[in-house]
């Protein structure tokens, strides 16, 4: 043990910022699917430059209704390679009635000799709902003749989507207004390979093949009247590989019981300028080729759950979460796939003048993907909500500031960190506590040396309004005198080896296992680890960390569990590997959920995640540099994840490795202020960098980056709202908010939170004096701070804006009425009366709207009707401004609730009306005069907004109410 803990050791601590070790993760030709499934591309590619035919040798039987469907908007048909006559497999279609316009195909081995299954269950852990409902008969239109199937649906009478099948060669396209928005099997290179005995020797197969291919043109035949397939060289599909029953890679072994069953699949987009999503990589949001002549990337995208070491910053290599999405999207329309695979996947992407092109290959698993229809990106957010669910409305507290670190190492050092906070006039809502709280790395139980009374700790903390984070990582120290460990031992849910015997390997922990969360056994003993009863010293102000997730195994091939362990139903790991982190994820929320009565919301922040793991709390993007490079790609990997769902994200502000400048750290504050997710996490060995700790002007410039975020905490409260609600993500990138405008669709630097008009672009470039800003929308643009204007333009435009160390471009869109609090606290519960301040940002045409969503932020009376949420609009009544600002109910609700009862006495401060261009005369509520103050505007090169200021007018936050200002 002590050998192996010097030799990993080092690698863990270093501090030293070099860069990943390639050699650790494996590259497509180093694993034995990938380069076998990768060369059908290869092959293919190769014979349409020769201009040699190629084809699919995949054709579709007669459709027959899907059996125990009762709804006419599911078929089967029977699917046949001509390669392998013998084997027979089953294509699916549905035409899903939520999300409108949501197809699902499916394929399978059916009928095989063979003892195994290929695994089907992502669907059950990413979806709400594994079988969701198929559209009723009456939205969809079938006919088939001649070979070709054609199903028509979509979400009004006007069907205007539908699904072409040509059975022979398959090809299966979604049009939309009689165009193709997605091919599937477009190149043909869709392939699944069947379960086989290993290999016969040379001569054997000769014979066997030369069987095979004179059956398959009958076989062929007997399935359908439809054109015969173009006669296939078997070897376009299938190579010797001395690694496809028992693959070894460095000191590794995967002795690959079931033989090779991967699958590829392709998807081309010919309307499609740009492709997003695959997250999570560290690459452009908008995803560059792999392939071709313009390849920006060597390699595919590869989606393989891993715990990276210092990884880079621009790469198509796989980090810690996996979300097979993508979103076509081109000017016209947009259009989703989501391949549900939880097993190793790379990715290749093209970009041709045809549009985009994508090849996905998988190590195992069943063909399971659904086809988004858009049109444009909000829908396909709704949509893939409706598939995978929206989710939760988080507390409060989770969107203000963390404070981590690796460690706070005492119980008195986590009081001192609190109490230099409220010195510094810093605010501050959640302490972390990394893994050494836990004596011998046995979470759970506190280490009493340095944590003498935890109870006392947690209370203390709470007495100020503030929580904490406790980490709990899925490895568990095997040893007998932990009682997780003998508990879980003994209710036999540990994850196995090959040979059944339960798997241990390295970890934090020293010898460790890992309880499979798969197996239903594990949930409700987990879920009692938590309660307070069991885990007496803990309390309702502890949340979780969940780390190590992926899992890390820091003995295991690629620092992960070998492929070939077993989990719950006999599914080995390689089939399950993506989806494993979040099983621990919703696991631990469950546990956090229920331990209170009434339940209290949850928070677990999670390293590992799948498409889904949303529904389970917040996702930070591991362990980072505290360089600029990585500053700077962060951006696009929050837009990357936040448009799959896993929009509660943000980065180690400060970077987990090495020790940032203060200049870095100030930019990384202001782009934390900014991150859904706002923690500051450092490595073990670094300096300490808590904001209090630095000098003039540093101090100043971190303490207004803290304060910005807890101002503006009401425009993230409605964004996640609207997340928890609708499914959209917390910030959005440019094309989803402007899909139209193609000199936007790349853009991955700035972004909008939700739908507030508030528009950032972080600083990440070392000395900066200014920063280019991209403005899309015809309007004009204020900055946030009123010290300028940008006019309104018809066609976007980039525009310079100067960013010495205290500044960073902020903008409000005009159109858009912003809420926030003004008041200085130390953490955000002390907030929940503090008076609201409402900046009016006019539009062009004189009006804006805004919103407010509130509710206690902390138990789930929300959810019973206990929240206000308020419409604001600005509506012009004349020239230079006049007008009516309003407040009505957004959304129909009981204004006599609890909540809005509690706070019906808050009120609404000030209003900052910009973009006023004279005086107003007067300003009135229920006909009384209230106090102004006005400001000219300046015009000219650097124009200033006009701006009215009313201070207290009177009005209430919750109700109904109209200000009128008059010319
Ligand atoms: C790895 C995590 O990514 C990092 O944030 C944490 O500090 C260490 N594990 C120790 O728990």
Redesign the pocket.
């Known amino acids: 043990m002590r050998l192996l803990l010097a030799a990993i050791l080092p690698l863990l601590l270093a501090v030293d910022v070099a860069a990943v070790k390639h050699e650790d993760f494996k590259e497509c030709h180093q694993t034995s699917f990938c380069r076998r499934l990768r060369s059908i591309a290869a092959r293919q590619e190769e014979a349409v430059a020769n201009g040699t035919a190629f084809a699919s040798p995949y054709s579709l039987g007669n459709p027959v209704a899907t059996p125990g469907t009762q709804s006419a908007a599911s078929w089967t048909f029977p699917l046949t390679s001509s390669l392998y006559p013998d084997i027979s497999f089953n294509l699916r279609v549905d035409v899903l009635a939520q999300g409108d316009g949501i197809v699902r195909i499916r394929a399978d081995e059916v009928d095989s000799a063979s003892q195994w299954k290929r695994y089907n269950e992502t669907a059950k852990w990413a979806l709400v709902d594994a079988e969701p409902n198929l559209a009723r008969s009456v939205d969809v239109q079938f006919a088939h003749v001649d070979g070709m199937t054609a199903i028509e649906y979509g979400p009004g009478p006007a069907q205007e989507l539908m699904l072409e099948i040509v059975h022979s060669p398959l090809k299966i396209t979604m049009k939309r207004d009689g165009m193709d928005q997605v091919v599937f099997n477009d190149r043909d290179l869709f392939h699944v390979e069947h379960y086989r005995a290993k290999q016969l020797d040379e001569g054997d197969e000769a014979e066997a093949e030369g069987t095979e291919a004179a059956s398959s043109e009958d076989a062929a035949q007997a399935v359908m009247q439809a054109p015969k397939a173009e006669k296939i060289d078997r070897s376009w599909f299938e190579e010797d590989d001395k690694d496809a029953f028992e693959e070894r890679w460095k000191k590794w072994t995967d002795t690959k019981p079931k033989g090779p069953e991967g699958f590829s699949l392709d998807f081309s987009f010919p309307n499609a300028d740009h492709i997003y999503g695959l997250p999570e990589h560290a690459s452009p949001l908008s995803l560059p080729s792999t392939k071709g002549e313009d390849a920006y990337y060597k390699e595919p995208y590869r989606l393989w759950n891993v715990?990276i070491f210092e990884y880079e910053a621009d790469s198509p290599m796989a980090l810690y979460g996996a979300v097979p999405l993508v979103h076509a999207h081109g000017k016209v329309n947009t259009v989703g796939v989501l391949n549900l695979v939880g097993s190793e996947t790379w990715v290749d992407v093209t970009h041709q003048p045809e549009g985009v092109r994508t090849h996905w290959v998988s190590e195992s698993g069943i063909v399971d993907f659904l086809i988004l229809p858009g049109r444009r990106p909000v829908d396909l957010f709704e949509q893939y909500a409706s598939l995978t669910g929206a989710a939760q409305m988080p507390p409060q507290f989770a969107t203000a500031y963390h404070q981590c670190r690796?460690n706070y190492n005492t119980q008195a050092e986590v009081i001192e960190v609190q109490d230099e906070f409220d010195k510094a006039d810093m605010p501050l809502d959640v302490t972390w506590l990394?893994?050494e709280y836990a004596e011998e790395h046995r979470y759970f139980d506190w280490d009493h040396k340095h944590f003498p009374e935890p109870k006392k700790m947690l209370d203390e903390v709470e007495a100020k309004g503030r929580k904490m984070v406790a980490?709990v990582?899925p490895h568990i120290k095997k040893t007998d005198s932990f009682r997780i460990y003998t508990d879980a031992r003994d209710l036999d849910v540990l994850v196995k080896k090959a040979d059944n015997s339960d798997f241990d390997g390295w970890c934090?922990t020293g010898s460790s296992v890992w309880v499979d969360f798969f197996n239903p056994k594990s949930w409700d003993w987990w879920t009692r680890m938590f309660s307070f009863n069991v885990w007496k010293e803990s309390s309702k102000a502890l949340f979780i960390w969940n780390?190590?997730n992926e899992p890390s195994v820091f003995d295991g091939p690629e620092i992960t569990m070998p492929k070939d362990n077993i989990h719950d139903g006999g599914w080995e790991h390689r089939d399950v590997h993506n989806i494993n982190g979040m099983m621990f994820h919703n696991q631990t929320q469950h546990a956090i959920t229920v331990r209170d009565t009434p339940e209290l919301r949850p928070f677990v922040l999670s390293?590992s995640f799948f498409a889904g793991s949303h529904r389970y709390g917040a996702v930070w993007i591991?362990?980072n540099l505290g360089t600029w490079d990585h500053l700077a790609g962060e951006t696009a990997v929050f837009l990357s994840n936040s448009i799959a769902g896993i929009s509660f994200v943000g980065s180690?502000v400060g970077g987990?490795f090495g020790n940032p400048t203060p200049e870095l750290l100030v930019r990384w504050y202001q782009a934390g202020a900014f991150m859904p997710f706002f923690r500051a996490?450092a490595?073990i060995d670094t300096k300490r960098r808590e904001p209090y700790l630095f000098e003039e002007p540093t101090r100043s410039y971190l303490r207004d980056a803290l304060r910005l975020r807890y101002a503006m905490l009401p425009v993230w409260y409605n964004a996640f709202h609207a997340a928890a609600t609708k499914g959209y993500p917390v910030i959005w990138p440019h094309y989803a908010l402007f899909p139209e405008d193609e000199g936007g669709f790349a853009i991955d630097d700035q972004y909008y939170i939700g739908d507030s008009g508030v528009l950032f672009k972080p600083v990440v470039a070392e000395g900066a004096q200014e920063s280019t800003v991209y403005l899309a929308a015809d309007q004009p643009y204020y900055d946030y701070f009123h010290r300028k204007l940008y006019y309104a333009s018809a066609k976007p435009r980039n525009i310079t804006i100067a960013t010495p160390l205290d500044q960073f471009p902020l903008l409000i869109e005009g159109g858009h009425i912003v809420p926030t609090r003004e008041r200085v606290r130390r953490t955000s519960s002390l907030m929940w009366q503090d008076p609201f301040t409402l900046t009016v940002a006019l539009g062009k045409d004189g009006s804006a709207t805004g919103q407010l969503y509130l509710d206690d932020g902390e138990t789930l009376a929300h959810t019973q009707g206990e929240f206000i949420h308020r419409r604001f609009s600005y509506t012009p009544t004349g020239k230079n401004g006049a007008g009516k600002l309003s407040s009505a109910a957004h959304v129909v609700y009981d204004g006599a609730n609890a909540w809005a009862q509690k706070i019906a006495h808050v009120k609404v401060e000030r209003i900052v009306i910009l973009g006023h261009e004279a005086a107003p005369s007067s300003v009135t509520v229920a006909g009384e005069a209230v106090q102004f103050e006005y400001t000219k505007p300046v015009k000219g090169r650097e124009p200033v907004p006009g701006k009215v200021v009313i201070k207290n007018p009177g009005i209430k936050v919750g109700a109904d109410w109209e200000v009128v200002v008059a010319a």
């Open positions: 715990d690796w990394d893994i980490i990582d934090w780390d190590m390293r591991g362990d180690d987990f996490h490595h």
